[in-house]
């Protein structure tokens, strides 16, 4: 049974649906595999199993036809994300106890579409900042080298997938919250396009920069995720009703791009050598499937100002009260994100919307002429874990600690979607993941293109692996 943690989840559901396994048995892979090795890398710090088998008991009382798209399928949950009766600290110590009675509506459509929620997965304090580690559970270990970080905010969920603790995983991103980690440890991660996934509204109903989205080994696997996860809801304003045809079918169709546009750096960001030279070598090999390559953006030169306005306006919307009530409880970076916020005049935001517009219009100018656009997912190879973030990258000392990760959240501006796929190894055999960006609600050819990359580079086997210890 201990090596079904080396199939892909698509081919789980397959042994679910022809009654090979039983949810019950993935359960039980699950939790010998985390008291294998989670001590290792702190990805998954709160287990539910009892709650699971009591779930996956009452699907097993349905036809297996009757059980939903992922059939049984265990999932863990970021924790940022309610679950009924599991706690959800949000990685602060101000919520190390809190114990929500409703379950996001995320959540319910999963288990509605038959996944089973075994666990929660470790994010830094509520989400802040690109290296998962926070006061309540510690720090999450890079399984590639457990001296560094598995980038963030979705790192927990990330380094379950790499290290076999997970087939599936559920995510979210606003800077390259799926993106990072899913480069630092060689999955594939999604950022979706607004309302793609419903999720329950908190603090303002049209709240846009951090969205949810799925995580996984392989596109496939992905794409599987996305349709379970898809589909409006009226709690969700925003939310897009299912397309007519699988986010899987998609990614199977062959549909690879005719025209593709690489850049280094969108011209905003330094970007380490050896992942420039990496991922340019990764998206030249889009040749093999026909496709013309070529180096080009859009125009993204007000990303850092439009950024550092408008997400310092969600976290003073959002986070306000809780530095007037717990600022000692606060770590530092999240204390000048809320303080950035509460100085803003309504001309700075103005302004900022403004430029989002304008990127947005200039990104689906882009579009007309080229199917898709790749960058490198992150700039550098997996730091240090006791490195808060990356300060400087190729001579460039950096303002804050978000502004590293300008080749990400320039594109959650233009409101696209994006993954980042397992493109190469660096010197040191550390991953790197190629950006993979298609116009707004694009995720069908996305997918469709990134599983041509993805058999061309022959990268889709690399992971599950165990923990390594540093070289």
Same mark, same amino acid.
């Given at each position: 049974?201990?090596?079904?943690?080396?199939?892909s989840?698509?081919?789980?559901?397959e042994?679910?649906?022809?009654?090979?396994?039983?949810?019950?048995d993935?359960?039980?892979v699950l939790?010998r595999?985390?008291?294998?090795?989670?001590?290792?890398?702190?990805?998954?710090?709160i287990l539910?199993f009892?709650?699971a088998?009591?779930h996956?008991?009452?699907?097993?009382?349905?036809?297996v036809a009757?059980r939903?798209l992922?059939?049984?399928?265990?999932?863990p949950?970021?924790?940022?994300?309610?679950v009924?009766?599991?706690?959800n600290?949000?990685?602060?110590?101000?919520?190390k106890?809190?114990?929500?009675a409703r379950?996001?509506?995320?959540?319910?459509?999963?288990?509605?579409n038959?996944?089973?929620?075994?666990?929660?997965?470790?994010?830094?304090?509520?989400?802040?900042g690109?290296?998962t580690?926070?006061?309540?559970?510690?720090?999450?270990?890079?399984?590639?080298d457990t001296?560094?970080?598995a980038?963030?905010?979705?790192?927990?969920?990330?380094?379950?997938l790499?290290?076999?603790?997970?087939?599936l995983?559920?995510g979210?991103?606003?800077?390259?919250?799926?993106?990072?980690?899913?480069?630092?440890c060689s999955?594939?991660? /999604?950022?979706t396009?607004?309302?793609r996934?419903?999720?329950?509204?908190?603090?303002?109903v049209d709240?846009?920069?951090?969205?949810p989205?799925?995580?996984?080994r392989?596109?496939?696997?992905?794409?599987?995720l996305?349709?379970?996860?898809?589909g409006?809801?009226?709690?969700?304003?925003?939310?897009?009703p299912?397309?007519?045809?699988?986010?899987?079918?998609a990614?199977?169709?062959?549909k690879?791009?005719?025209r593709v546009?690489?850049s280094p750096d969108?011209?905003?960001?330094?970007?380490?050598p050896?992942?420039?030279a990496?991922?340019?070598?990764?998206?030249?090999?889009?040749?093999?499937? @026909?496709?013309?390559?070529?180096?080009?953006?859009?125009?993204?030169?007000?990303?850092?100002?439009?950024?550092?306005?408008?997400?310092?306006?969600?976290?003073a919307?959002?986070?306000?009260? /809780? /530095?007037?009530?717990?600022?000692?409880?606060?770590?530092?970076?999240?204390?000048?994100n809320?303080e950035?916020?509460?100085?803003?005049?309504?001309?700075q935001?103005e302004r900022?919307?403004?430029?989002?517009?304008?990127?947005?219009?200039?990104? /689906?100018?882009?579009?007309?002429?080229?199917?898709?656009?790749?960058?490198?997912a992150?700039?550098?190879?997996?730091?240090?874990?006791?490195?808060?973030?990356?300060?400087e990258?190729?001579g460039?000392?950096?303002d804050?600690?978000?502004?590293?990760l300008a080749?990400?959240?320039?594109?959650?501006?233009?409101?696209?979607?994006?993954?980042?796929?397992?493109?190469?190894?660096?010197?040191?055999?550390?991953?790197?993941?190629?950006?993979?960006?298609?116009?707004?609600?694009?995720?069908?050819?996305?997918?469709?293109?990134a599983?041509?990359l993805?058999d061309?580079? @022959?990268?889709r086997?690399?992971?599950?692996?165990e923990?390594?210890?540093?070289?």
């Open positions: 049974m201990q090596n079904l943690i080396r199939e989840a698509c081919g789980v559901i042994k679910l649906k022809g009654g090979e396994v039983t949810p019950l993935l359960l039980d939790e595999r985390i008291a294998e090795i989670d001590g290792k890398v702190n990805a998954l710090p539910c009892d709650r088998r009591e996956a008991m009452a699907l097993m009382k349905r036809a009757e939903g992922l059939a049984g399928l265990p999932v949950i970021k924790d940022l994300t309610d009924a009766g599991v706690r600290t949000l990685g602060s110590p101000i919520f106890n809190n114990v929500p379950s996001d509506i995320l959540v319910e459509r999963l288990e509605e038959g996944g089973v929620v075994y666990a929660k997965s470790n994010t830094p304090e509520f989400g802040a690109a290296n580690f926070n006061e309540v559970f510690g720090a999450t270990l890079n399984p590639w001296s560094r970080s980038a963030g905010s979705s790192g927990g969920a990330a380094v379950a790499a290290t076999g603790m997970a087939w995983a559920h979210s991103d606003m800077g390259g919250s799926t993106r990072n980690p899913a480069s630092f999955v594939v991660g /999604l950022r396009s607004i309302g996934v419903a999720h329950t509204p908190k603090f303002k709240r846009n920069l951090g969205l989205g799925p995580m996984a392989n596109v496939e696997d992905l794409a599987l996305l349709d379970a996860m898809s409006e809801h009226p709690a969700d304003p925003l939310s897009l299912k397309l007519p045809h699988s986010f899987l079918s990614a199977r169709s062959g690879g791009p005719k546009a690489y969108l011209g905003i960001t330094p970007v380490d050896q992942v420039a990496i991922t340019r070598k990764a998206a030249a090999r889009f040749a093999e499937g @026909g496709a013309i390559v070529e180096e080009a953006h859009p125009d993204f030169r007000e990303a850092h100002e439009c950024f550092h306005v408008l997400r310092a306006f969600d976290f919307v959002s986070k306000a009260a /809780l /530095l007037r009530k717990h600022r000692e409880l606060l770590k530092p970076e999240i204390i000048w809320i950035e916020g509460l100085k803003l005049t309504v001309e935001i900022a919307e403004t430029q989002r517009t304008a990127m947005t219009e200039r990104a /689906l100018e882009f579009f007309k002429t080229y199917d898709l656009l790749l960058t490198p992150t700039i550098v190879e997996p730091f240090p874990v006791q490195e808060r973030y990356v300060t990258c190729a460039k000392r950096f804050n600690y978000v502004e590293w080749i990400a959240y320039a594109i959650t501006l233009a409101c696209c979607p994006a993954l980042s796929l397992p493109c190469g190894f660096t010197s040191s055999g550390l991953p790197v993941g190629l950006q993979m960006v298609a116009a707004p609600r694009g995720e069908a050819q996305l997918l469709a293109g599983k041509m993805e061309i580079l @022959g990268l086997d690399a992971t599950p692996i923990p390594r210890e540093p070289r």
